[in-house]
């Protein structure tokens, strides 16, 4: 930087001639940096120029002025810089031994300057006096934006991995579009009545038959890029005999529950193989299955209605007796008063008063399975609560009024990484916890109820306990039961 600098400042004319005639005789080309570290004393202490020679005349000269200089100091990077004069900075390296080195560097729009092969103010051939004064630099501030967008040479993996989890968020409002669009055609109209006629009457979603369920479709490798998008694992605490039954709860809720989708409704994570024998059905809104086509799509996956009487079906039916040993359903107890609180680094589970699952696994005599997702509230960003009471309060109306609210939500885009609606690419650990066992009553007594209430809550409290410190560094709080 040194050469560069010398260079801006201690320029000499191609022709010595020249110089001598009208130019002053050039200093050497480094100061000595004891003298540039005197700040304002060099510079007062000189003494005024006098020109002489040929050409002068005898007119008044005026005062000569003071130059006027600021001292600063800042650190960039690890290198602290001293600025000494007007196109002057001292830059003081340190490298991890604790050694010092001194360097002189012009200030940054001298630089510029440089690099692009410009001159702010350029002069006239011949050593004239006249001077061109440069307006702005077109294109200053576009440097740095606040949007990262992503580079266009990523791997196909990471292309195809965004691809899926697309689909997997844009899927419903994809298929009612291709539904309307069908519709505006009369040569579908035939087909698409006696289908409408079917959905308003079919009980494939509540039935518990899983006659729908494709095996095919949920062992595809599409999924595998869905699941190492985050990347996603799934962790088992104990081994599940497939002579029982099970009620899956898993928490938290999330924005979309990407973590639930990837472990239960797909094999992705390799469920089949951590708990054999065991038939899986993630549940969901029993409105998802009026949708037309996404209700085909979503029994292809095994998902069901997480209506009270799909769950009493899918716990009664299937297995060696058809009695239901050997199937589980999984429920994503919060629901969507949970979402409203999904802020990252933390977590905030709606259980205390959450019971009717406890008493769905009573009556069913199927064991309780605690699931706690790890990095689930890490996916997106929202609007929060506290800051914004009025939007808050709007939801929760919302939800009372219609079952159903909508968070305010944010994350990354396709081609970028600030804004849209796909999720961060961050970690995500489902991990399953111990079987709570569960005495079958067809009417279950509330100390009962209550009891294994609380043994479902501790389970759920020694998993985040074991597991906080390996798969939730970065939080800023525990974990919270409210409502």
């Known amino acids: 930087m040194v050469p560069v600098a010398s260079a801006a400042l201690n320029r000499n004319t191609p022709h010595p001639e020249e110089s001598n005639e009208y130019y002053l005789q050039p200093r050497s080309n480094i100061a000595p ?185 949920r062992s595809s490798r599409i999924w595998s890029l869905f699941a190492s998008y985050f990347p996603a694992r799934l962790h088992r605490s104990q081994e599940l005999p497939p002579t029982r039954k099970y009620v899956f709860g898993y928490h938290p809720h999330g924005i979309i529950s990407h973590g639930a989708f990837a472990s239960f409704a797909t094999e992705a994570l390799g469920f089949a193989q951590l708990f054999p024998g065991i038939t899986n059905t993630l549940l969901t809104l029993d409105s998802n299955f009026r949708i037309p086509f996404y209700r085909d799509y979503a029994l292809a996956l095994g998902l069901g209605s997480v209506s009270r009487e799909s769950c009493e079906n899918l716990l009664s039916k299937g297995g060696p007796n058809n009695e239901g040993m050997g199937r589980a359903i999984t429920i994503v107890v919060g629901g969507a008063r949970e979402s409203l609180d999904a802020q990252p680094h933390s977590l905030r589970l709606v259980l205390k008063r959450r019971k009717g699952f406890v008493k769905l696994a009573i009556r069913a005599g199927a064991d309780l399975v605690p699931v706690l997702a790890f990095g689930e509230n890490e996916l997106y960003n929202q609007v929060q609560p506290d800051l914004h009471p009025k939007i808050h309060k709007t939801q929760l109306i919302m939800k009372k009024l219609l079952g159903f609210t909508i968070p305010l939500f944010h994350a990354r885009g396709v081609f970028n990484y600030d804004v849209g609606m796909l999720p961060y690419r961050r970690p995500l650990n489902v991990v399953v916890g111990r079987p709570i066992k569960v005495l079958q009553q067809a009417e279950p007594e509330k100390e009962y109820l209550d009891k294994v209430h609380e043994m479902y809550i501790e389970e759920l409290e020694r998993i985040w306990g074991e597991w906080k410190d390996v798969f939730a560094k970065d939080r800023t709080g525990e974990l919270e039961i409210v409502e």
């Open 33 to 217: 940096i004891e003298e540039l570290l005197n700040g304002d004393d060099y510079i007062e202490n000189a003494a005024p120029t006098e020109y002489t020679g040929s050409g002068e005349d005898a007119a008044p000269r005026s005062s000569v002025r003071k130059v006027h200089s600021r001292n600063g100091s800042l650190r960039v990077n690890g290198v602290r810089k001293e600025k000494i004069n007007q196109s002057l900075i001292l830059e003081d390296f340190q490298n991890k031994d604790g050694e010092h080195l001194m360097g002189v560097a012009p200030e940054e729009s001298i630089m510029d300057s440089l690099r692009l092969g410009e001159k702010e103010m350029p002069r006239a051939r011949g050593g004239g006096s006249h001077e061109l004064v440069s307006g702005r630099r077109a294109g200053a501030g576009w440097e740095q934006s606040g949007i990262r967008f992503a580079p266009l040479n990523l791997p196909l993996k990471r292309r195809l991995q965004t691809l899926v989890v697309l689909w997997h968020t844009l899927c419903i409002p994809f298929f009612l579009t291709t539904f309307f669009f069908l519709c505006s055609i009369p040569l579908f109209w035939p087909i698409l009545l006696p289908y409408l006629i079917y959905i308003l009457f079919s009980h494939a979603g509540t039935s518990g038959t899983l006659s729908h369920r494709s095996q095919f479709l």
